[in-house]
């Protein structure tokens, strides 16, 4: 058997067409490169997608706290205009007994030409407003005098006595407090 072996250099054109044709190694080294550059791109497509979606849902929630914060806000706002109602309310009912006796206090000392025309509580300073008419100065002082002989009234303060020219009779309003124990000591 005889083996035929060329010695002649091969022609250009043949070295031309080997020449031009990739190697396999490179072929095949560039489809695993577009196929982890696909695989890559579809990872961060996945990835990107995710994210939003959970960004998206983080700011739903946001939206949602942040209505419930304003509901827990405005509910601490009443809750504390509650306290402070049931605080004044829970006063005038420990200070009303002291207060109604004083009423009837005054009323016992009223002198018999003295007209009332109101009594109302006041809340600072605590007391009772007394508004009315007498035929005088000199009446009121007395009606002055008979309240701050009373065991039970701290004071009593005339603010304000006018004489009414049309009828003669003199306007005032007196304020009275009473003891801080209900009693003078």
Do not use: W
Not at 111 to 125: D, E, G, H, I, K
Not at 126 to 131: F, L, S
Request: charged content about 25%; glycine content about 6%; aromatic content about 4%.
């Amino acid at each position: 058997m005889q083996n035929r072996i060329n010695l002649l250099s091969p022609s250009a054109e043949a070295k031309r067409q080997v020449g031009n044709r990739p190697s396999q190694g490179l072929i095949i080294a560039t489809v695993v490169v577009v196929v982890l550059s696909v695989a890559a791109y579809g990872c961060i497509f996945f990835l990107n997608a995710r994210t939003e979606a959970k960004i998206e849902e983080n700011r739903n929630k946001i939206e949602k706290l942040a209505h419930v914060s304003a509901v827990i806000s405005e509910f601490k706002r009443v809750s504390g205009e509650k306290s402070e109602t049931e605080g004044a309310v829970n006063k005038i009912i420990a200070a009303k007994p002291v207060l109604t006796k004083c009423m009837d206090e005054a009323a016992k000392l009223l002198p018999p030409s003295v007209v009332l025309r109101s009594m109302n509580l006041t809340a600072n300073p605590r007391g009772i407003n007394i508004k009315g008419t007498a035929p005088s100065h000199l009446v009121i002082a007395q009606f002055q005098g008979n309240l701050l002989d009373s065991e039970i009234l701290k004071n009593a303060f005339i603010r304000q006595s006018i004489r009414d020219e049309r009828t003669g009779a003199v306007n005032f309003e007196l304020l009275i407090t009473p003891e801080e124990g209900g009693m003078k000591q």
